[in-house]
């Protein structure tokens, strides 16, 4: 193929811009030891790096391939930026399991094409994270962020949605990693340190919020799991002097739900559903209840409650009681914003 069809047939495909064109073509240049008379250099270097940062989970059956967060890190350490970055952070205040690094775990959706041409059947979720601790002028780098996931939208539907996919995901990096209670060990500067690490906060924007805590968020009665009293509902703030309409601008007047309360609200959810399948409650109450605590129903893989095949429906799978230790539950506050003026709500 000549080098005037080779790039028509790039231009055709439709789904990468010049500019990026361009600039893989510069990188690839620029590589003296890469033979680009043939793909098969270019697949031994991606199967060198998968042996290196790859890991596979198990999602009902399925094989679910991701990078190992420790692994990536240790990759990411090697790098001058990333070196100096951790060592300043470790020299300003050392790390221990009793008081680790904050994660930002960031998801969102993307939809390949542009705005009047979307390639929706090509939908996927990514996963990044970074590290809350870092001054935000390294933050606001995408080098700076570690991806660790990315699965197309459709396969996701079919594993039980991205809240069992996340549920996966975290339960390798704090259960099958234990970089929170093992930590992760980085060479830096000829000596070695362990790093600690525990969820601070997950950044996500309003979908991927109801999908990955299965929530009403925006949509429902209580926008927001952690504040008790905010509520999206005009009339019923204006009955009751506790609640608050989403609306509002005052601060002061919200009340903050405890962690504790926030699990008590998915386990009692989960209780009613499993009441629901006995008949010991109608659809009407078990809806209500869910309206009240703000949370819905996941899909996940496996088995009916009746025994046929098929997802059963159940509370998120991003409750996973196993993970509540090393995790807050989410807000939708932004950081460094007015949650640290909220109260906890009144005995």
């Known amino acids: 193929m000549d080098g005037d069809a080779k790039r028509r047939r790039l231009l055709a495909l439709g789904k990468i811009s010049d500019s990026h064109v361009v600039k893989v073509a510069q990188v690839l240049r620029s590589l003296p030891d ?33 990078l ?36 930002v775990f960031y998801g969102d959706e993307i939809t390949p094409g542009n705005v009047l041409a979307p390639e929706v059947s090509m939908k996927f979720m990514a996963w990044y994270a970074t590290l809350s601790e870092f001054p935000l002028e390294l933050v606001c780098h995408t080098s700076m962020w570690l991806p660790l996931a990315v699965m197309a939208s459709n396969k996701a539907r079919t594993l039980g949605g991205v809240s069992n996919v996340t549920r996966v995901l975290l339960r390798h990096m704090f259960l ?94 989960k209780a009613k559903h499993a009441d629901r399948i006995l008949g010991r409650c109608t659809k009407a109450e078990f809806d209500k209840l869910s309206v009240a605590t703000g949370f819905t129903f996941s899909e996940s893989g496996g088995r009916r409650a009746d025994g046929r095949a098929g997802p059963p429906r159940r509370y998120s799978d991003a409750h996973c009681p196993r993970l509540r230790p090393h995790r807050r539950p989410p807000c939708r506050w932004p950081s460094r914003s007015p949650p640290v003026l909220l109260k906890e709500r009144p005995a």
Not at 34 to 52: E, G, Q, V, Y
Not at 86 to 92: D, G, I, V
Not at 219 to 232: A, E, H, T
């Open 68 to 103: 190992s967060f420790s692994s990536v890190l240790k990759l990411m350490a090697g790098t001058e930026v990333w070196k100096q970055a951790l060592l300043r952070l470790y020299s300003a205040r050392p790390c221990t399991s009793d008081s680790p690094y904050s994660l």
């Open 176 to 269: 099958t990693e234990r970089i929170s209670d093992d930590g992760v060990v980085l060479e830096l500067a000829d000596r070695q340190f362990c790093f600690y690490f525990a969820i601070k906060m997950f950044l996500f924007d309003g979908e991927a919020y109801r999908a990955v805590w299965s929530c009403k968020a925006s949509s429902g009665k209580r926008p927001c799991l952690k504040c008790d009293n905010v509520v999206n509902d005009k009339g019923l703030a204006s009955r009751d002097p506790f609640l608050l309409d989403f609306s509002s601008h005052d601060v002061s007047k919200m009340v903050k739900a405890t962690n504790a309360q926030i699990w008590a609200n998915a386990d009692r959810l």
């Open 34 to 66: 890469l033979d680009l008379a043939s793909r098969k250099p270019i697949c031994t270097a991606r199967s060198k790096l998968w042996d290196r940062i790859g890991a596979k989970s198990d999602i009902n059956g399925t094989d679910f391939e991701h």
